[in-house]
Each structure stands twice: as structure tokens, then as C-alpha cells.
């Protein structure tokens, strides 16, 4: 079963804006991870952020982590057309990346 | 470095018959896992070999099944297929240590009709 939601499902936003995404969870995690999805392809990870962290940063990528609320959300700054794909945050409870639980997803296009 | 490799990419079964998917790491990773993706439940995760050995089982009913080689290549196999076994089956291998992300392959579409 899935390990929480994601919000919002969809989000379409015009070249050049700001996308946020965020997603909850149930369970204690050792780090939470975010990847991308295009068109029904292989995950490409984007960003992992430890249990201790709170807020992290990758050129255009923004992540932060409330385990208190067990929720985390992901920021893309300047998008782009490209940027057009689904993001999945999935937690990992052991650290070893190999029994990721994923959320439920949120498709974003980005338009020109 | 070669990513990981699913083969094969696409594949249509008949209902009842059974099915190898296929799933070569990165080379020097040494866990696999493998996990199913459809429309309805969303991404979710099958099992996991180390050192072949399955390490970690997710939710799936014992048709589904898997193994690992001395070489780290892994296979999944599928019997007796349902019509809801069509999904995209993803496969991600890790280095292994902590805070370590997976990295996955393109996928195998299976169709069952």
C-alpha cells in the first residue's frame, strides 16, 4: 500500500512560475526522497533529505521535511516546459534506498 | 557507467500463462528491487534480493516471485497471470549504505490479455 498522499494530483502552471508540490506520510523514515516520472518511464531521483534535515537545496529544487507533521514539500523554482513530468515522494524507513514506499504522485505540465 | 537495464521493454501475455521479466544493476550494486506500477494502486514495492537473497517482501500474492544471481542480475517471475498484473514493472538497484538513493531502469510493460 501507498505510504500517503501527495497534493495537489494536478498542477499546470505557466513557463517561468513556481511549482509546489507536497506529500504526506504515515511511518517513521530514515530519509525521504523525491523523483520525477516522464510519460510512464524509469524514476530519476531528484533530491533525498535525511530524517535530521529540514530544509534542502539542489539548483532549482527546494525541499523541506516536517517529520513532526510527517509531511514534506518540493519546490521547483523558474520552471520550465521541460520540468513537465509526475514527482513522486517516496520515504525510505531503513536508509538503504531499497524498500522505497511511494506517494500517490502529482502530474505537473508546465506550458509556454 | 551503465544504468540499469530492463529487458524486455514490452511484452503482451495471454491470461493464465507466466512471465520473466528481466533486470541487469548497475555494476557493483548489489540490491535489487523490484516494484509494480499501475494506474489504480500507485507504485508499489514487490521485493528486494541482496547477495541473492530476498531481503525484503512487499505485498503481493505468491504468484510473484523472484531471484538473484551471483552476478547481481535479477529476474522476477509472474505465474498464472491476471488480467490486473498489466502494469509497468520498474526494477532499482542501490549501492547499499545509508542515505543512498535507487536507481531505476526504463521498465517492462506487461499487458495481459
Known amino acids: 500500500s501507498q505510504q500517503g498522499e501527495e497534493d495537489p494530483q494536478a498542477l499546470s502552471i505557466q513557463e517561468g512560475e513556481n511549482a509546489t508540490m507536497n506529500c504526506s506520510y504515515k511511518t517513521s523514515i530514515n530519509n525521504l526522497q523525491w523523483y520525477r516520472q516522464n510519460s510512464g518511464r524509469g524514476l530519476v531521483h531528484l533530491i533525498l533529505?535525511?530524517?535530521?534535515?529540514r530544509e534542502k537545496h539542489s539548483g532549482r529544487l527546494r525541499v523541506t521535511l516536517d517529520t513532526s507533521k510527517k509531511s514534506s514539500s518540493l519546490l521547483i523554482t523558474a520552471s520550465r516546459a521541460a520540468d513537465t513530468a509526475s514527482y513522486f515522494c517516496a520515504t525510505d524507513p531503513t536508509g538503504g534506498g531499497n524498500k522505497l514506499t511511494f506517494g500517490t504522485g502529482t502530474q505537473l505540465k508546465v506550458e509556454l | 557507467k551503465a544504468g540499469v537495464t530492463q529487458t524486455p521493454r514490452y511484452l503482451i501475455k495471454t491470461r493464465g500463462q507466466q512471465v520473466t521479466l528481466s533486470c541487469s544493476p548497475i555494476s557493483g550494486h548489489r540490491s535489487v528491487s523490484w516494484y509494480q506500477q499501475t494506474p489504480g494502486q500507485g507504485l508499489q514495492f514487490l521485493f528486494e534480493y541482496f547477495s541473492e537473497t530476498q531481503r525484503n517482501k512487499g505485498n503481493f500474492p505468491g504468484r510473484f516471485s523472484g531471484r538473484q544471481f551471483s552476478n547481481s542480475r535479477s529476474e522476477m517471475n509472474v505465474s498464472t497471470l491476471e488480467l490486473g498484473d498489466s502494469a509497468l514493472y520498474l526494477c532499482?538497484?542501490?549501492?547499499?549504505?545509508?542515505?543512498?538513493?535507487?536507481?531505476f531502469g526504463q521498465g517492462t510493460r506487461l499487458t495481459v490479455v
Open positions: 532499482a538497484s542501490t549501492p547499499g549504505g545509508g542515505y543512498t538513493e535507487a536507481f
Open positions: 533529505i535525511r530524517s535530521n534535515e
